[in-house]
């Protein structure tokens, strides 16, 4: 690795410190569980999917819900706040409960866009579209099993994960590699 790809991975240090404390912190600091929606964005060219600035990996849009709204609304909401575009949710892919490092349920939804032209936003830095069945190698690993269930087709699935020490250095490569291309 170049130096300035050192020099970039070094930057990723507070980013990745205020993570660790929001993750070993949170059970403490919410008042309930953490509830979370994604979208499977579907288009012509594949799945759309965003780098953010805080992890840069390529994962699903989405985000927190915020009380009284539904899920639809917080996906809607969400999509249009990272990606730009408005979407259409359609049915549940399923719902994963992940325990360990930063303990949540993720509810994931296909969607379609029925309006507006993804890019890049505050929230995310870079959009692109990939086959279903071949997402990029930067995928962060908890976006995996919700695409590949989405591949698959079929009923609304429950899975049950931990996110432990392999999935944070797994998701620390992938920011770390992100960040020395620039």
Known sequence: MSLVGWLRGAAALPHW???AAEGALAPWLESGPLEIVQGVV?????????????LRGWELPGGNVDPGESDAEALRREIVEEVGVVVEV???VGTYVRAGFRAHTARVYR???VAGTPGPSD????IGWFPADAPPEGLLPW????L???AAGGPPVRREE??????ILETMRVDLAARARG
Do not use: F, K, T, Y
């Open 90 to 92: 359609g049915p549940l």
């Open 42 to 54: 579907e288009g012509e060219r594949g799945v759309l999917l965003a780098v953010r600035w805080e």
């Open 17 to 19: 410190a205020r993570i």
């Open 143 to 146: 976006c995996r099993q919700p």
């Open 111 to 113: 969607c379609r866009v």
């Open 148 to 150: 590949r269930d989405a």
């Open 123 to 126: 929230e995310a830095l870079e």
């Open 162 to 167: 931990h996110q432990g020490v392999a999935e």
